[in-house]
């Protein structure tokens, strides 16, 4: 059975300052892993995702994450946090084809302070 | 080209009222998905439907019903609404990236309060 655990509910960091946010996982195939982050009343965007292509991935708005199968973690980085940035952000992974056994963790709600 | 709506934005019921919440994409999608969020919960699969006709139960379908006449549109319905089902839905719908993976589009969602 696949889970996801989202190691911080919440984060606050400072503008300008590197951006950390951890998510582990597991499963019993190769995963698809995915970030997605959520503004305050509004639906869920696709930051990046891991399909078993390179481990290190690029998202939108300067947002990267390691899949790191060793330690079964798929971390959210940025080094520069934005005001902008304040947002609850979802680790989620998916087994198989078509999505349907996708898991949802609990999010991670970031502060930016100015 | 608006992605996924979601109809209502709000409602309340009363404890025993039906409704149903519609969701329509404009991207051809044949997977298309209904959840609610919690809070502390992350999202959680109602249920989904792999095309037009198809539908099949997620992790917490029950006191819900779906159905997926048109291709472009999924529709979820409370028959008999109860507080617990107070939560705000989300419609979400896919098909496979061109690197593989099924990342989903999702709608702004639905508020809905039951007393």
């Known amino acids: 059975a696949q889970s996801v655990t989202q190691l911080d509910s919440h984060v606050s960091v400072s503008e300008g300052t590197p951006v950390l946010l951890r998510c582990n996982y597991s499963s019993s195939y190769s995963p698809s892993l995915f970030w997605y982050v959520q503004h305050p009343n509004k639906g869920l965007q696709l930051l990046l995702k891991y399909t078993s292509a390179a481990t290190l991935v690029k998202g939108i708005n300067g947002f990267e994450a390691e899949f790191k199968k060793s330690e079964t973690s798929f971390h959210l980085t940025k080094p520069s946090a934005h005001m902008s940035d304040a947002a609850e952000y979802f680790c989620?992974?998916?087994?198989?084809?078509?999505?349907?056994?996708?898991?949802f963790g609990a999010g991670t709600r970031l502060f930016v302070k100015a | 080209n608006a992605g996924v709506t979601q109809t209502p934005k709000f409602r309340v019921l009363k404890t025993g009222q039906s409704m149903t919440l519609l969701c329509a994409q404009d991207m051809n999608h044949e997977y298309m998905y209904w959840y609610r969020q919690d809070p502390g919960m992350g999202l959680r699969l109602i249920h989904y439907?792999?095309?037009?006709?198809?539908?099949a139960k997620g992790e917490v379908p029950d006191g819900y019903n779906v159905s997926r006449l048109k291709k472009q549109n999924f529709l979820l319905g409370l028959e008999s609404a109860a507080p617990s089902q107070t939560s705000v839905y989300f419609c979400a719908s896919s098909s496979p990236g061109t690197s593989g993976g099924y990342e989903q589009y999702f709608g702004p969602g639905t508020r809905l309060t039951v007393t």
């Open positions: 439907s792999v095309g037009e006709g198809t539908t």
């Open positions: 989620v992974v998916s087994e198989g084809a078509g999505g349907f056994k996708t898991i």
